[in-house]
Every structure is written in structure tokens, then in C-alpha cells.
């Protein structure tokens, strides 16, 4: 029996050792940069006290609280440390700044130059002992973070819509005191000068005049080189390949291309199967646009959606984390009926029971979505408060721990799937063709859901 001989690698190996080179490097620097978010970390407190030693939360508060803001799908509504926010506000730079007034008003009054001294000598002071775990608050932020409570209260329990959240979103006195420390934490963390600098932990952001919080100079240039280095670094490898034809572009361009009329096409049965996929994408693609719409309409009137309320029954959050969650569920459907529609194309044949397993695929997909986008309505809502089932609130990964499990399983069965189509073509084929790259890059996408 004649041994099949496997088709040279079609490019140079220096091309493999440059991609292992850049992929070994971007790999190594993500790590020294985890090594160092983890190291460097602002410290949370086992006990916050005010000045005469009473306790005012305590670190389980703060992780309770960071819980209750996730839970709540407020992530998708504001922001904490300065992200960004949407129709809500920061929330780090929210307290901060009511903090600092309240802080003013205790020692003076805005007309008092030594309220506003005091006011940035209280935040920018780092009254955290690392021995004892133990951080204390000046009377004037003890009062502060009292009328923040009060605020949050007043805020998260507004019996309308008028914020764009549910009525009545957060009820609970001791729900609003542990989000309130873990607000009241994470804008200490952004103001108090880390040990042995002179800048936050954060490197004093978000900004606030009135704590004398202002960008670093050193965040600023090197914001500006990464951006400058991204896109001169970009122009210049097009230029240097397609200027200079490298890659043999120019040659390429000569080369004559046929086309097949559409109906000379024979589709395989897992290839006519993908028009169901495609139906599924366009479907949440249009339910995504109509949301995306829903979201931009909130910020032109936050009560009435054409003179519906449309905070009672779809509030901000939750339309912002379907729109974004339809963002990834639409691409990732798209992505799979990409996979098993070129496979066959690619070998030229389709084995036996395809068809189904691209069905069975299909099915899944659709108890996943509608099992996720069920879980963060009643996770936001309230009917349900694990994170299992629920809504996990980290934007980009909204979707309930079971949800995404599911959504990881069903993506490595469709690598099963591609395999099965191409495994015949694999095995006559060097690994750095471009049969093996489809089959790597099919495999990178489950790979990333699960990081």
C-alpha cells in the first residue's frame, strides 16, 4: 500500500519562526504585565475606621459590595476607576467628587482656602497600615461616606425610572452600604498616593480638582507612544510589504481567477444545514440593532420610549447587556457556519453524518442564548442572585458561569466537527499550511471564550 506524502510546507520556515518569536514575546510581556496587576494591586482593607475607632466597613463589605454591582448589571450602566461610563456615572469619580464637596463643607465651605488644603491632605494621605490591614478615615470623610450612603440609598431606591434602572433597583439599607464601601474604596484607591510615590494607585485616576487628582505626566506619553506605535508600526509593515513586495503581492496581482456560476455549485447536506445558521445570526443581529437603538434612545429620554415606559420593562442595564451580549452571540454563530460551510470546500469532501452533528450544533447555540439572555434579565431583576445561573456583570462576560461553560463545550464540539471534515486533507499536509492554520485558528475561538 503506497505511503501518502505529505505536501511541503508552503512557505519559507523563517515565516514560522518569526510568528513563534512574536508570539513568544507578546505572550511573555502580557505575563510581566499580569505578574505586575496582581502584585501591585491597591490593597483592600480587612477594617476601614474612622478617626474615634468606629468601624465603618470592612473588606468582606467591599467584596460584598463589588458583588451586589455586579449582580445588579450596573457594570453595563456606569463604571467604576474611571472606565468609561454609559447613561450612569462613574461611580469612582462620582463619590470621589461628592466626597471632596462633603469634605469641604466640614471644614469650612468651597469660600475656605484651608477646607480645600484639608480636603486634599485627607484623600491624599495613605492612612492604610499594611501590618494591620487597617485604614483610618478622618472625621471628614467618616461624615462623607455617611451622606454618600444616604445618596445611594436615595439614588438606587428612586421609586421611577428617571435614572434609566428599574424602579426601586436596590431596596435593601445593608445592599447599599456594602456598595457604597466598595465605591467608597475604590475611590480611596484612586486618590490616597501609593507607598513611596507620589501618584494614586491608580496613577490618580479618574481626575478630580478638588483632591488635586490629575493624570500623570508618565500615563499621558506613554498612552501616547503605545497609540504612536501601534499605527506607525502598523503603516509601516504594509508599506515595507506592499511597497516593497516582500510577500510578492504585486506578483500575485497577475495571476487570472476563474469563478464557478452559482448554480454549477453542488452544497453538501452540513453546507445547506448553514443557511439555518445564517438565519439564526441575521435574526440576532436584528434583535441587537433594535436594542443598540433602545440604548441610544435612553439617552434622549430616559422615561419615555415613544410614550412607552420602557424602564419598567426593559431598564438600561439590561438593554445594554443584551445588546452586547447579541454582539457576541451573532459574531460567534456567524463564525461557526463560516467553519462548517468552507470545510468541504477545502477537501473536496464531506463524511457521513455531518449534517446532523451541524443541526445538533445549531440547537444548542439556541437553548445557550436563550438560556443566557433569560439568566440576565432575572439576575438584574432580582429573581435569580447566583452568578451560575444569573448574571455574572463583568462587561463582555455578562452571561451566567453555566451559560458560558455550555457556550465553550459547544464550540469545542464544533472544532470536533471541522476536524472530522478535515482530518483527511491534514494528513497530506505540512502544518504550517494553510489546511492546518484554518483548523489552529477554528481552535483559537473556543480557547479565547474560556480565558
Known sequence: MPVAVKRSLMISGGWIQAAAIVLIIGFFIMGILTYYTYNDEPPIPAVVKSANGSILFSRADVMAGQGIFLRNGLMEYGSIFGHGAYLGPDFTAEYLHRAALSNIGYYGGSGSDTART???????????????????????????????????????????????????????????????????????????????????????????????????????????????????????LLATFGRLNLMGWHGREQQSMSFRAPDEVVLTPAQNACAWFFFVMAALFVVQTLLGGATEHYRADLQTFFGIDLGRLLP????????????????????????????????????????????????????????????????????????????????????????????????????????????????????????????????????????
Open 316 to 451: 438600561f442595564n439590561i438593554v445594554r447587556t443584551w445588546h452586547l451580549q447579541l454582539s457576541i452571540f451573532w459574531v460567534s454563530t456567524s463564525y461557526l457556519a463560516a467553519g462548517i460551510f468552507l470545510a468541504p470546500m477545502i477537501t473536496s469532501q464531506e463524511p457521513r453524518g455531518q449534517r446532523l452533528l451541524a443541526y445538533g450544533l445549531l440547537g444548542a447555540l439556541v437553548i445557550v442564548v436563550v438560556g443566557s439572555l433569560t439568566g440576565e434579565f432575572a439576575g438584574i431583576t432580582g429573581l435569580i442572585r447566583n452568578t451560575w445561573f444569573g448574571n455574572q456583570g463583568f462587561e463582555y462576560l455578562d452571561l451566567g458561569r453555566i451559560w458560558q461553560v455550555l457556550l465553550i463545550i459547544g464550540l469545542f464540539f464544533w472544532v470536533v466537527i471541522l476536524y472530522r471534515g478535515l482530518r483527511g486533507r491534514l494528513r497530506s499536509e505540512a502544518v504550517g499550511n494553510m489546511p492546518w492554520l484554518f483548523f489552529f485558528s477554528a481552535l483559537s475561538i473556543p480557547a479565547f471564550f474560556g480565558l
Open 118 to 236: 484639608k480636603t486634599i491632605q485627607d484623600f491624599k494621605t495613605n492612612r492604610y497600615e499594611k501590618s494591620t490591614g487597617i485604614l483610618v478615615y478622618t472625621d471628614a470623610q467618616a461624615k462623607a461616606f455617611e451622606e454618600c450612603r444616604q445618596y445611594y440609598a436615595s439614588f438606587f431606591g428612586e421609586p421611577t425610572t428617571k435614572f434609566g434602572l428599574k424602579p426601586n433597583a436596590i431596596r435593601d439599607a445593608e445592599e447599599i452600604r456594602k456598595l457604597t464601601a466598595f465605591f467608597s474604596w475604590s475611590a480611596w484607591a484612586a486618590s490616597a498616593a501609593r507607598p513611596g510615590h507620589s501618584y494614586s494607585y491608580t496613577n490618580n485616576w479618574p481626575p478630580e480638582p478638588l483632591v488635586d487628582n490629575h493624570a500623570t505626566a508618565d500615563s499621558i506619553v506613554w498612552s501616547m507612544l503605545s497609540l504612536a506605535a501601534l499605527l506607525g508600526g502598523t503603516g509601516l
